[in-house]
């Protein structure tokens, strides 16, 4: 099933990007600390339904299908706000690896059960699709949809490795 964003207006991009000393949590659940590269990306647009499909309505399906209505933005429910935080880390012991959360509408937003997929593959569609329309977005903007694509596709595929019942 192809998935086209047509109704996705007024796309925003910000990033920001250090080292970092702190916590994280390694590979095997442990909680370590050392120096992280860190990454904040933050992803604003608006939806709409148009002529060419149901966006909003999409939108609207994703967060009621996977119990997480109340992450509709209520005092501008056309507009939609992604942020992720990727750490990455080149630990001595477990090796370079990756952390990544994710917040929507300023709630943090999670990969816990079989329903929350509906809402991380509306994300995955969506920025997949904006970086289509390579002549609609600039290459910051690619940038940051592929990082946070690449995010999301990390997101599920941790949940997968820790619930191997649900593939």
């Known amino acids: 099933m192809s ?9 925003k991009t910000t990033a920001s990007q250090f080292n970092q000393y702190g916590a994280y949590k390694t590979p095997d659940g442990d909680i370590d600390q050392g120096m992280k590269n860190v990454t904040y990306v933050d992803i604003s647009y608006d939806v709409n339904d148009d002529k060419s499909g149901a ?17 509709l933005n209520h005092s501008n429910p056309n507009n939609v706000r992604l942020q992720m935080k990727l750490d990455e880390i080149n630990s001595d012991t477990a090796g370079k690896f990756y952390n990544v959360s994710f917040k929507l ?22 920025t997949r699709d ?6 609609e977005a600039q290459p910051f903007d690619k940038q940051m949809l592929r990082m946070a694509n690449k995010g ?6 941790d949940y997968f490795d820790c619930n191997p019942e649900n593939e």
């Open 152 to 157: 999301i596709t990390h997101e599920a595929m």
């Open 55 to 71: 966006d909003h309505d999409k939108y609207i399906e994703a967060l009621s299908e996977s119990n997480k209505f109340e992450l």
């Open 130 to 135: 904006r970086l289509k329309k390579s002549d």
């Open 105 to 126: 509408n300023n709630h943090p937003i999670a990969m816990n059960n079989d329903k929350d997929l509906k809402l991380f593959q509306y994300l995955a569609d969506m």
């Open 3 to 11: 998935v086209t964003f047509t109704g996705i207006n007024n796309l």
